[in-house]
Each structure stands twice: as C-alpha cells, then as structure tokens.
Nanobody, 123 residues
Framework: QVQLEETGGGLVQAGGSLRLSCVAS????????MVWFRQAPGKEREFVAG????????YYADSVKGRFTTSRDSVRHTGYLQMNNLKPEDTAVYYC????????????????WGQGTQVTVSS
C-alpha cells in the first residue's frame, strides 16, 4: 500500500481559503487516483474530490464544485486540494486516499489512507 500524509489544515474564517497537501511515499501507479474525503463529527465520511493520476481528470462533490480544486504534481508525488470560499459546513477532518481510478465516490474502494488533517471554518 502507498503511504499518504496530509498537511495544511487549520482554522480559517468563513470566506477564507486553505490548501491541503497529500504526499505519497512512492510513485503512484498510473492507474491510480488520489481522492479527498472528509468526516465531520457524528457524520459519515463523504467524498469531496478526486483526480486521476495519469491524465489529471477531476471530479467533485456538488457541495464543493466551483469552490474547491484538486490537482497533482507527479514529480513530487503530491496531490493538492485548494479550498476557497470556505463555509462553516466545510468543517471536518479531511483525508486523502489512493486506489484504482474509476471515478469512485465510495470510501470503501480505497485501500490507502492518510491520517487526516483538521479543517475548522468559523462563522
């Protein structure tokens, strides 16, 4: 399994921005995707965004479309989640995950996970 580590979480006011990074321990397989999920207290883990590692194709949850952008740097084995116009309802622990690319939005389809990073948006 690929080891993943997220950084970049923190506290921000509503309307602000944060960028999360996810560094992989080794070269991603070309068939992989890096996907972002989040989990708020008392809620299920939900899909946020994903990117195909080989072609950079992206897909997003409707709740973040137009505000969040995911990208990757293949040379640095790093994926990013740029979050703009943050809202209090975006408050959650954010996780990156890796697995075969298939535009999946289900957390159970991904075998490799980071430890998570807290994002808190104040109103």
């Amino acid at each position: 399994q690929v080891q993943l580590e997220e950084t970049g979480g923190g506290l921000v006011q509503a309307g602000g921005s944060l960028r999360l990074s996810c560094v992989a321990s080794e070269h991603f397989f070309r068939s992989y995707a890096m996907v972002w999920f989040r989990q708020a207290p008392g809620k299920e883990r939900e899909f946020v965004a994903g990117i195909g590692w080989s072609d950079g194709s992206t897909y997003y949850a409707d709740s973040v479309k137009g505000r969040f952008t995911t990208s990757r740097d293949s040379v640095r084995h790093t994926g990013y989640l740029q979050m703009n116009n943050l809202k209090p309802e975006d408050t959650a622990v954010y996780y990156c995950a890796a697995g075969q690319h298939g535009y999946s939005r289900f957390w159970g389809d991904f075998a490799s996970w980071g430890q998570g990073t807290q994002v808190t948006v104040s109103s």
